[in-house]
């Protein structure tokens, strides 16, 4: 169990972008929003720790025309199976133009939820 009491991993939709979060999470990874009103039973704002983050830049030159792109994300268990795939976002690149893509897996420890708890009961 995490520090919310439900299962690891369990999900809930966000009420303010209704985008799927974890049923722990106190605040909203994708809008930032304060998702939960008890601090005591919720995993701390901030990761543990972050143990893949990519970083990369696509620029089009400024010839030709402007370029479309998807970006998506597939997540696969440890036997190689798709349990997970989302399209990110579409877009266009003009020429000229450049997008940053960062890509982050966030890790979010019981240990570190009860360290926050054990900080603000102080």
Known sequence: MNSAGSAPGKSRTCPHCK???LASAR???ACKH???SDP???QSAQPSFTPLRVEG????PNVGESWE???SV???NDRGEEIGRQIIGVGAISPNEQR???FAVEVFTPAAAESAKTVKSR
């Open 19 to 21: 985008a799927t979060i």
């Open 27 to 29: 605040y909203c990874p």
């Open 34 to 36: 304060h998702v939960q």
């Open 40 to 42: 005591f039973k919720t």
């Open 57 to 60: 830049k696509v620029r089009n």
């Open 69 to 71: 792109y998807s970006v």
């Open 74 to 76: 597939t997540i696969r």
């Open 100 to 102: 940053t893509f960062t």
